[in-house]
């Protein structure tokens, strides 16, 4: 299952440097069938999962404003995980617990705020509810982590 899971800047550092991601439970976020029935039928693949990673970089939002002191930018790693190895959760459509770590192996993308969305982002999560972090974010390759620390 691919599973999106938010992070900060500091969490890819660390994820780096121990070669997984955890230690489990982690929230992350999926195409799961509470997120199908939210989106209603007509959504392809594609923009489900495209829903998913913007559930996580929700997460990602979430996770600035609880550290001041962290940059700024909102992460996503997109890993593939076993089916086995995630639990739903009810509560919220998408919405998943990792039951084991995340070996740095099964990591398919990272996805990174560009440098110029620091502004919306930080009034964002600082909770300005007009900010809107407004950007995408940009797309890397797993090999790509050591140029975004």
Known sequence: MRVYVPLTLPGLAALHRSGELGPAPLTAFAVT???RAWYGEGADEEELEYGALGEAAAGALRLLAADPATPR?????????PDGAVDADPREPGAVTLTAPVPLARLASVHVD??????????????????????ELLW?????IPHLL
């Not at 909102?74 to 593939?80: G, Q, T």
């Not at 560009?114 to 950007?135: L, N, Q, S, Y």
């Open 33 to 35: 069938p509470a997120l």
């Open 73 to 81: 930018r909102r992460v996503v790693v997109a890993a593939e995980v």
């Open 114 to 135: 560009a440098a110029d969305a620091e502004p919306a982002v930080a009034a964002a999560a600082a909770g300005d509810r007009d900010a809107d972090p407004g950007h």
């Open 140 to 144: 890397y390759g797993v090999q790509e």
